[in-house]
């Protein structure tokens, strides 16, 4: 369940319109700026489990919270011990750009230590 449910996450841009269309090549292009360094960590929020019926309305903040979260990274690492060089945030539902887009400027400010500062606008959202 958890896989096929970060995997529908993941290629959400392939199929849906949004800001980020593109094929997984692309996409990888875009976040490894050299290919020796090519490990993708994949956070994922919120997790639900299987059989929970019930759906949580969560404002933009606490996901991005959670995004971040080692807790909900798919590895067994946290990311306060090594450093971003880029992100690639993917938000479904009726959410507003604006606020999205704040908010993970937000994040970069407040934790600007776990983001290299050699990549300029290392953050893409859609």
Do not use: C
Request: charged content about 20%; hydrophobic content about 40%; overall charge positive.
């Amino acid at each position: 369940h958890l896989v096929s449910q970060v995997m529908s996450g993941v290629t959400t841009s392939l199929r849906f319109p949004g800001q980020l269309n593109a094929d997984l090549r692309k996409l990888a292009v875009n976040l490894i700026p050299f290919p020796r360094l090519h490990f993708f960590m994949v956070g994922f929020a919120p997790l639900t489990a299987k059989d929970s019926k019930q759906y949580q309305s969560l404002t933009v903040p606490e996901l991005t919270a959670q995004m971040f979260d080692a807790k909900n990274m798919m590895a067994a690492s946290d990311p306060r011990h090594g450093r971003y060089l880029t992100v690639a945030a993917f938000f479904r539902g009726r959410l507003s750009m604006k606020e999205v887009e704040q908010q993970m400027v937000d994040i970069h400010k407040k934790n600007s230590s776990y983001f290299v500062e050699w990549i300029p606008h290392n953050i893409k959202t859609s």
